[in-house]
């Protein structure tokens, strides 16, 4: 019985634990969508309908300084986040909507980059231009500052 | 102006706008796009009249080709088209971003309605392979001045993330002569040019979005060398809207134009309304599906619409569309349409891309 007993307490404390550690890569996974830029520039944030503007292609001014949007393609997901809960379009209506723009107004696509180096790289050597990504993926870059979360998970 | 000459122009055209879009400057500090828009056309047309001008077969072919540039607050715009029926500069703006405006000079496309607009030359953008007539180019049998050169201002107001946008041109509009000719920035001391006025107000229900309502209103003094005429004096006016969904958009319009044709032996005043709506329906990425009737009210013996014998006041039509291997269309369109001395149909065939 005592042996059981012990079985019993291990058990127990092992779900404990596992839980915890559920419980901790849970909160790991848990994504943020964040708005970022080079530590150089002299933005400190922006609102989530200037971001809109922006990325839409409409020219953006503030502090003198013309705004650079940057499109992330290093994460598919990331993309379809920011066009869903931002931009409020599809990545085909965004698209026709971009060139339509460009073509009327003589306004220009955001550049895109699928390398999340090369991003960063870009991001760093314009101070005035700006990009989106997750959390995880800014913690692995270095001289790139958030302004903001454009989107959070807060299910898990 | 002769041939030649018009060519070296278009030339020298070509250069200054790739100069622009590929100069230091603009590898620097200034963004800018560079696009061409190709396109291949086959016309099919059954039960012309005997007596028609048109052709049974015919081909299209040719390239537009357009630039952007930007330097800090500055902005450049052309576009070129060299196509086998006309080689032209079709827009030639610099501008200015002003707060939320864009102030341009030059030769821009004039903000008539909507569809003007929205499309031109590089028929890509379009799901159909023809415009609606009312707004078909000076070129092509239009009625009305299609592009202006002079002034253009634009924007969007925001208010409780809605958008009021307008736009107010002034500028030169075109001359008639054996069809209107709007001013040639190559050569713009030819012909006889006076001032046209457009304003258009639109209203966003989502700012930037492309669902949008809109009316207008332009006046034109058109200088006349045809028929015994001196001038027309013309007003449009009218409505439009704009709705898209995933799927879904629907585009529609209504023109009211009046026309005061000054003659050497008199003044006589006609009018008439025109309107088009086209909706497009897409199953998926690739396809669309689409239809347009076009119809004009008050047009029997209208002495404006009668300087134009092939113009369609009446059509109705539809066609798909296939988008494939990454910015390549291929479309097919059927038509049924009526001109003034004319009913014949049309089956026409093209392929559009953008580089």
Redesign the interface.
């Known amino acids: 019985m005592r042996m059981k007993e012990g079985n019993l307490r291990n058990l127990f404390l092992c779900l404990c634990l596992s839980l915890i550690c559920i419980s901790s890569t849970a909160q790991t996974t848990q994504r943020s969508l964040l708005l970022v830029c080079s530590d150089n520039a002299n933005l400190e944030s922006l609102s989530h309908?200037d971001v809109?503007?922006l990325f839409?292609g409409?020219?953006l001014?503030v502090d003198q300084v013309?705004l650079?949007p940057i499109l992330n393609a290093s994460d598919p997901l990331a993309t379809d986040v920011f066009l869903q809960k931002v931009i409020?379009?599809?990545r085909?209506?965004y698209e026709?909507?971009l060139?339509?723009r460009?073509?009327?107004?003589?306004?220009?696509?955001p550049p895109e980059y699928e390398d999340i180096d090369l991003l960063a790289k870009a991001l760093l050597d314009t101070p005035d231009s700006l990009s989106y990504m997750w959390s995880e993926q800014l913690e692995h870059l270095t001289g790139l500052k958030s302004l903001g979360i454009l989107w959070s998970d807060s299910k898990n | 102006m002769n041939r030649d000459h018009h060519r070296v122009g278009l030339l020298y055209s070509l250069i200054v706008i790739t100069s622009i879009v590929y100069s230091p400057i603009s590898l620097g500090d200034a963004t800018g796009e560079f696009l061409l828009f190709p396109h291949i056309g086959a016309i099919f047309r059954s039960d012309l009249a005997d007596d028609s001008l048109l052709d049974s077969v015919d081909y299209t072919y040719g390239v537009d080709i357009f630039a952007t540039s930007s330097y800090q607050n500055f902005l450049f715009l052309g576009e070129l088209l060299l196509a086998k029926q006309e080689q032209d500069i079709e827009r030639l703006q610099l501008g200015s971003i002003v707060g939320d405006s864009k102030v341009w000079l030059g030769r821009f496309h004039n903000p008539v309605g909507y569809w003007n607009t929205q499309f031109h030359h590089g028929s890509f953008l379009e799901s159909s392979i023809s415009r609606p007539s009312i707004v078909e180019f000076e070129d092509d049998n239009g009625l009305l001045p299609i592009h202006l050169t002079g002034l253009l201002i634009e924007g969007v107001i925001e208010h409780d993330k809605q958008g009021l946008g307008y736009a107010l041109a002034v500028g030169a509009g075109p001359e008639l002569s054996d069809e209107l000719k709007a001013l040639d920035v190559l050569d713009p001391g030819s012909g006889s040019h006076d001032l046209s006025l457009t304003l258009n107000l639109y209203h966003e229900p989502v700012l930037y979005a492309p669902t949008r309502y809109g009316l207008f209103i332009n006046h034109t003094e058109i200088p006349a060398t045809r028929n015994g005429l001196d001038e027309i004096r013309q007003i449009s006016a009218g409505v439009y809207g704009n709705w898209e969904s995933q799927r879904w958009r629907l585009t529609g319009s209504t023109f009211y134009l009046r026309n005061r044709l000054q003659q050497l032996n008199g003044v006589l005043t006609d009018n008439f309304i025109s309107s088009y709506f086209q909706a497009d329906f897409k199953p998926d990425d690739q396809w669309t599906i689409f239809g347009r009737v076009e119809w004009t009210v008050d047009d029997e013996n209208d002495a404006y619409l009668e300087l134009f014998p092939q113009h369609i006041h009446d059509r109705i039509l539809g066609g798909v569309r296939l988008d494939a291997f990454d910015r390549h269309a291929f479309k097919l369109e059927i038509s049924g349409n009526r001109t003034q001395e004319d009913n014949f149909g049309q089956f026409m065939l093209q392929w559009d891309a953008m580089f």
Do not use: E
């Not at chain 1, 460009?102 to 696509?109: P, S």
């Open positions: 309908a809109r503007k839409l409409v020219p001014i013309r650079k409020f379009m599809s085909r209506q026709r909507q060139l339509s460009v073509f009327r107004l003589g306004d220009q696509r």
